[in-house]
């Protein structure tokens, strides 16, 4: 899902895939938290893993916006350490 993710923001723009990511967690997160049988919250789940495409766009924006060399060389290193993209 990131690759269609990393397309449709090409396509349209970085803020509205990522406020739709954002969107979809939410949204699936209430189904999940109001959630009445067990079904209901796996459908929610996997919603959230359906909408959620933000690391792969996040990784692109960081790197599109990092304009000093010697910080494009410690992103990768960070970013495995931390585990946050």
């Known amino acids: ?3 269609y993710w990393g397309g449709l923001s090409d396509r349209i723009g970085r803020k509205p895939v990522l406020l739709m990511g954002c969107l979809g967690t ?3 997160l209430v189904m999940v938290g109001f959630a009445p049988n067990i ?3 796996l459908l929610g789940r996997s919603i959230g ?3 959620n495409g933000n690391i792969g ?3 692109t924006m ?3 916006l990092v304009t000093k060399p010697e910080h ?3 992103l990768p290193s960070l970013a495995q350490q ?3 993209f």
Do not use: K
Request: aromatic share 8%; proline share 0%.
């Open 57 to 59: 766009v996040i990784q």
């Open 49 to 51: 893993g359906l909408l």
């Open 62 to 64: 960081v790197a599109e």
């Open 39 to 41: 079904w209901v919250a």
């Open 1 to 3: 899902m990131g690759m």
């Open 82 to 84: 931390r585990r946050y």
């Open 72 to 74: 494009e060389r410690e």
């Open 26 to 28: 939410l949204l699936s």
